[in-house]
Every structure is written in structure tokens, then in C-alpha cells.
């Protein structure tokens, strides 16, 4: 059974840092790609990062460019999400999720990622 298992969310001030990490198990680690995604209420669930497991190419979505920094740890089967500078507008509800297949670059979209972890809060105060 794949799980994912997301941690490391808080409330932190603006200008603050966090990193989050994705500890999964149940699947061969280098035959998925993980993301990162974030949703707050009333709004559809976006992406903000992702990780080949080709290559370890990563992307990230514009609004986080530059301050967020994601990596992936093999021998622990973890991925993590570094978020510095944090923002009020990176509130959230954050998401890891895992893409079968080896891609290069890795998908962003939501809808190709076919398991989810529960989510870990993230709460950035102005």
C-alpha cells in the first residue's frame, strides 16, 4: 500500500522558515515522482513544487521561486520541502503526493498524481 506521510507544518511569522517532509512508503522510492501542492478554502488545490526521480530536475511555481527548495533523501525515502521567506499568501494546506513513472522534467499538475498524503497546515502571520 503506497502512503505518504507529510510533517513539519506550523505557524511561523512572515519573513520565517519551515521545512516540510514527505516520508513515504509501500513503493519503490525511484519509480515515483513526489510533489508538493497547497490548498487554501474555497480554492482549488495548486502546485508549488516537484522533483524528478530521473534526474533530480525540480520545478516550482512561480510565487515560490527563489525561497522554497525541494530535495529528495533516497536512503530515507523522504522528500522535503525547505520554505524560507515565508509569506501570508503561503498559507495553507500543504500536500505531498506521488506520481508513478519516471519523469523527466517531473509532471506539476495535480491530476497526475494518483496518491496523496493527509496534509500538513502551514500558517504564515503578517
Known amino acids: 500500500e503506497v502512503q505518504l506521510q507529510a510533517s513539519g507544518g506550523g505557524l511561523v511569522q512572515a519573513g520565517g522558515s519551515l521545512r516540510l517532509a514527505c516520508v513515504t512508503s509501500?513503493?519503490?522510492?525511484?519509480?515515483?515522482?513526489i510533489g508538493w501542492f497547497r490548498q487554501v478554502p474555497g480554492k482549488v488545490r495548486e502546485d508549488v513544487s516537484c522533483?524528478?526521480?530521473?534526474?533530480?530536475?525540480?520545478y516550482y511555481t512561480e510565487s515560490v521561486t527563489g525561497r522554497f527548495v525541494i530535495s529528495r533523501d533516497t536512503a530515507k525515502n523522504t522528500v522535503y520541502l525547505q520554505m524560507n521567506n515565508l509569506q501570508p499568501d503561503d498559507t495553507g494546506v500543504y500536500y505531498c503526493?506521488?506520481?508513478?513513472?519516471?519523469?523527466?522534467?517531473?509532471?506539476?499538475?495535480?491530476?497526475?498524481?494518483?496518491?496523496w498524503g493527509q496534509g500538513t497546515q502551514v500558517t504564515v502571520s503578517s
Open positions: 509501500g513503493f519503490t522510492f525511484d519509480q515515483y515522482t
Open positions: 522533483i524528478s526521480n530521473i534526474d533530480g530536475s525540480t
Open positions: 503526493a506521488a506520481d508513478q513513472g519516471q519523469w523527466t522534467p517531473c509532471r506539476r499538475y495535480p491530476f497526475f498524481y494518483d496518491d
